[in-house]
């Protein structure tokens, strides 16, 4: 077997992984890179692979940075199955088609008003692209073996993080190669906890927060002394938020606050028609996370939902006090560039920053308390107070994640960090090495390992590997490889 890092090494993006085996070229995670420009400049270029020669995509959960470039794939003629769990499928047709749309709009916003170094600015994807794309994804429940060949299967086990979000679960030739995805946290107010791994021989985990713990200060707590700071002077809350995961965590502090008189009845502005639809999603998903349904239909009715460009405007055309959430959570794109154009230059308002913020965006530029942020190719002066609230991540820490690695009994044969900037995947490695004594490594960008099997031994069945918890469930689908595409 082989595995090869086309993404997720020296950065939390881009997440990529070919896995050869059995037969098979299976492609874990098919994310977006996003951050630097050189970073940026990969999503362009040619796929390492013919993408003709790739038998399954498997997607850990749907956030860009893991799901974003299907449509590119499925335009370069990728039509093979794209395996997933029911909530990434319903998450993808909201989020890669509201990436599309926004991708369209910026390359016509830039073609109107010049400030694109390319003539015409085009797209990475579009909207035909997305619909190509989405007519691949397979839905598969959690913890249901599905065989790929005579030698392969895999299973989705949930990993907290989000909706839908799983660690995958590969048996190849006798061996079992697991995949963390993104891990969450075990005490997240809405996502259950992830569920450990009890085995893997080969294992690939994240580290987005590998050098550094979690500030143990509660959320709503500190959304209220900003939110009180903040309204002493009418001034305006700014939060650039992930759509998926962190605007509905923060809805949830708002109308609990709300709720027990600590925040001032303000008017609280969605500012993402994603986040909006996405917000629908969790009374439909009920089983899967903490929140009851009375507290679901809490954050769907916590904010004012903006869906039009009409409406974003006059938003920003508001006075404040009151709290504006609009993605994107890096503040890469989406309507929250607008709002900061607006309300950065004020020092009455106020930047939220609630989320990871990669290196190379507007969002860690905010972070490190840049004078000035270039939006639309101007510098807008940032006068406005900028708060990093550590507090509400998603991502489990190096601590919460050497406790998860704990259940697994037996050292996995090599331990691959990815997924986190340089220090802190070196860091999670240092953990790891020191807590658990396994045998760990950074892998580069474009390295391949070899991943020896077992192939011929007969007494090993791919889906009777002991990582893969829960009961065996017969798949009443043993002989598809490919989704009917119409």
Not at 40 to 48: E, K, Q, S, V
Not at 227 to 244: E, M, S
Not at 248 to 256: N, T, V
Not at 422 to 433: K, Q, S, T, V
């Amino acid at each position: 077997m082989k595995l090869t890092f086309l993404g997720a090494t020296e950065t939390v993006t881009g997440s990529r992984y070919l896995l050869e085996g059995a037969g098979l070229r299976v492609l874990i995670d098919c994310g977006l890179f996003q951050g630097t420009k050189n970073l940026r400049l990969r999503n362009w270029g040619a796929f390492p692979v013919p993408v003709e020669t790739l038998d399954a995509v498997i997607l850990t959960h749907a956030h860009l940075d893991h799901s974003g470039y299907l449509p590119v794939l499925a335009r370069m003629g990728y039509r093979g199955p794209v395996y997933c769990t029911r909530g990434t499928r319903d998450l993808c047709e909201v989020m890669l088609r509201d990436s599309a749309k926004l991708q369209e709009e910026e390359a016509a916003f830039a073609n109107r008003h010049g400030f694109s170094k390319h003539h015409p600015a085009l797209p990475l994807y579009t909207l035909e692209d997305t619909e190509k794309a989405l007519q691949l994804l397979v839905p598969r429940e959690f913890d249901v073996p599905k065989q790929l060949n005579e030698q392969a299967c895999f299973r989705l086990l949930p990993s907290g993080h989000i909706l839908g979000a799983a660690s995958i679960v590969v048996c190849m030739e006798g061996k079992v190669i697991a995949f963390s995805g993104d891990v969450g946290r075990p005490n997240d107010p809405i996502m259950r906890a992830p569920m450990p791994l009890a085995h893997a021989d080969y294992l690939v985990v994240e580290s987005t927060y590998g050098d550094r713990l979690h500030d143990p200060g509660d959320p709503a707590t500190e959304l209220a002394e900003l939110f009180a700071r903040t309204f002493r002077h009418d001034g305006v809350v700014v939060i650039p938020c992930f759509a998926v995961g962190r605007a509905q965590s923060i809805l949830h502090y708002i109308a609990r606050l709300k709720a027990s008189g600590r925040m001032a009845n303000v008017p609280v502005f969605l500012d993402s028609p994603m986040a909006s639809s996405v917000t629908q999603l969790y009374r439909h998903h009920v089983g899967e996370h903490r929140l009851t349904m009375t507290e679901a239909n809490a954050i769907s009715s916590a904010a004012e939902m903006v869906r039009t460009v009409d409406e974003s405007k006059a938003v920003s055309a508001r006075h404040g006090p009151m709290v504006v959430i609009a993605g994107s959570g890096m503040a890469t794109g989406g309507r929250v560039v607008h709002h900061l154009k607006t309300f950065a230059p004020d020092s009455r308002n106020t930047i939220a920053l609630v989320g990871y913020q990669a290196a190379g965006t507007r969002g860690a530029a905010l972070a490190a308390h840049a004078p000035a942020i270039k939006i639309h190719g101007d510098y807008v002066p940032v006068r406005a107070s900028v708060v990093t609230l550590s507090s509400l991540s998603a991502h489990a820490d190096y601590h919460e994640l050497t406790t998860w690695l704990h259940s697994i009994s037996v050292p996995p044969e090599r331990t691959f960090v990815t997924h986190g900037e340089p220090a802190a995947a070196d860091a999670l490695r240092r953990h790891i090495e020191e807590t658990l004594q396994w045998r760990c490594e950074v892998p580069t960008y474009l390295e391949s390992v070899e991943l020896p099997g077992t192939a011929g031994d007969a007494d090993i069945h791919p889906c009777a590997a002991t990582a893969m918890s829960g009961p065996e469930i017969a798949d009443p689908d043993q002989s598809v490889s490919r989704p009917e595409v119409t």
